[in-house]
């Protein structure tokens, strides 16, 4: 993973896993984010992963694979919800132009 992304925190390196925001706060901290909570968004497909982004405090994108996942999105309220990384690819593209 570490060839695709700046920053990678695995299972085991945080003081606490998912769902706990810990390990998401891991990652910010060894960021260059200047507002590193708003800055970022938390991209997960479960349950645990909106608990991870709410616990940080972090904004969350849900990717429901086209799944009824309509409790997860009441309850986390994620900013955006689609069905996969293909509309997420299409959604930033598009927030950019």
């Known amino acids: 993973w570490s060839s695709n992304f700046s920053v990678v925190v695995a299972a085991g390196e945080s003081a606490a ?16 984010l200047r ?24 904004p969350a994108v849900l990717l429901t694979a086209g799944e009824d996942m309509s409790a997860t999105k009441r309850e986390y309220n994620p900013i955006i919800s689609l069905k996969n990384c293909q509309e997420l690819y299409e959604f930033l593209v598009a927030l950019n132009a």
């Open 17 to 32: 896993d998912k769902p706990s925001g810990e390990p998401l706060l891991k990652a910010l901290s060894l960021t260059n």
């Open 35 to 58: 507002d590193k909570r708003q800055s970022a968004w938390y991209v997960g497909d479960t349950e645990i992963d909106m608990k991870c982004a709410q616990e940080a405090r972090c």
